[in-house]
């Protein structure tokens, strides 16, 4: 006989959505917005003038998407969406699961060294889990 295998899971709110979604619908729906993007990390000016270490440089911004309708684009550093600090991938992520579709998520960037507020309505993935 093989050994036991153990998992843990941490739980927090994102993970009680997926759970509660799972056991409601049977799946999970995912929002997105439609940019490529990378973690980016401020300068000692910028973190001054927003308040914040990190955002999410928009390397790409995928054509007919919400995001390009919305008006963002490439260059562009994300610093709040749903007015939450966005700092990594997962930050945004967590944001666009759930009934986020279809609603609208306002969306500050940094762009050309002015803060500018957008926004997008997320859509649906294909192909949720």
Known sequence: MGNPLGLAVPINTTTRRIISALLKDGGVRRAYVGVV?????????????????????????LAGSPAD?????????ILTAGSRPVSNAESLQKLLIGDATGQPLPIRVLRDGQ??????APEEMAGNV
């Open 69 to 77: 309708r919305g008006g963002l684009r490439a260059g562009d550093v």
């Open 37 to 61: 993007s990378t973690p980016f990390r401020f300068n000692a000016v910028a973190v001054i003038r927003t308040g914040q270490r990190d955002g999410l440089r928009v390397v790409e911004v």
């Open 115 to 120: 803060e500018v507020d957008f926004v997008a």
